[in-house]
């Protein structure tokens, strides 16, 4: 599996996960929701340890940005608010931070 495809793997467990806790805590849904949601964090976790990188922290930081666009897609398929374009802009933003992070090249000296 590709990194990017772990990281929308991992991304959408994370949202779903917590949102099972959002919809029990401020949606008033039954305590029920906290199983699948605990099931899909301990999946997030799992998905990211099989990112190719050398360094957990590199690849943490990397996911930050698939993280906030697939959060904004959360928020228009899920919720149905729109993103404006501020919402667009920074999440291209990140996006391209998280590329640089992870596909830059890598050397060993300082």
Do not use: H, K, N, Q
């Not at 495809?5 to 959002?22: D, K, M, N």
């Not at 906290?34 to 690849?59: K, N």
């Amino acid at each position: 599996m590709t990194s990017i495809a772990v990281y929308i793997a991992a991304a959408l467990a994370e949202i779903a996960g917590c949102f099972a806790f959002w919809a029990w805590w401020r949606l008033d849904r039954p305590a029920l929701w906290l199983v699948p949601g605990v099931v899909s964090l301990v999946a997030f976790a799992w998905f990211l340890t099989l990112v190719d990188s050398a360094y957990a922290g590199r690849a943490y930081a990397a996911y930050g940005g698939v993280y906030i666009v697939a959060s904004l897609t959360w928020l228009w398929a899920m919720e149905g608010a729109r993103p404006d374009r501020w919402d667009a802009f920074g999440a291209a933003l990140c996006l391209a931070g998280a590329a640089v992070i992870l596909f830059g090249p890598r050397y060993d000296t300082f």
